[in-house]
C-alpha cells in the first residue's frame, strides 16, 4: 500500500480538490495506541493491489501531527477518533469510522 503522508495543514485544500475526481482515505494512526496498531494491521492485510485507483489512501500520524489531526476533524466536521478512518469524496466527508468499526469492506463500500 503507497500511503500519501498527511503532514500540511495545506494538504486538506489539495484532497478536497482530488476528492473531486477521486475519493480520499485519511487514516489517523496513534502510534503509542495497540488499538490502532491492531486496525491498521487488518486494513493493510486487506488491501489489495489496485484498490488505490478506487480511493487515495492518506496516512495521518496524529502522535507527530495532533494539531493537523484536530484541523482535520474540523475541516471535515466529524468528531475526533484515534484510529479513525474518513473517507472524502466531493469535498465532504462521506463516512467516518474509529477503533475496531474501521472495515476495509465497509471503506470499499462507500468509494
Request: with cysteine.
Amino acid at each position: 500500500m503507497n500511503w500519501n503522508k498527511l503532514t500540511q495543514p495545506g494538504q486538506i485544500a489539495e484532497i478536497k480538490v482530488l476528492s473531486e475526481s477521486t475519493p480520499v482515505m485519511i487514516f489517523k494512526h496513534s502510534t503509542r495506541c495497540s488499538v490502532s496498531g491492531m486496525s491498521l494491521d487488518r486494513l493493510l492485510r486487506n488491501w489489495k493491489h489496485g484498490d488505490e485507483e478506487k480511493v487515495v489512501p492518506y496516512f495521518l500520524d496524529l502522535i507527530a501531527y495532533r494539531e493537523l489531526s484536530n484541523l482535520v476533524a474540523q475541516e471535515f466536521g466529524v468528531p475526533h477518533q484515534s484510529p479513525q478512518v474518513i473517507v472524502i469524496k466531493n469535498g465532504s466527508a462521506i463516512f467516518d469510522n474509529s477503533h475496531f468499526g474501521i472495515s476495509y469492506p465497509e471503506i470499499i463500500s462507500k468509494v
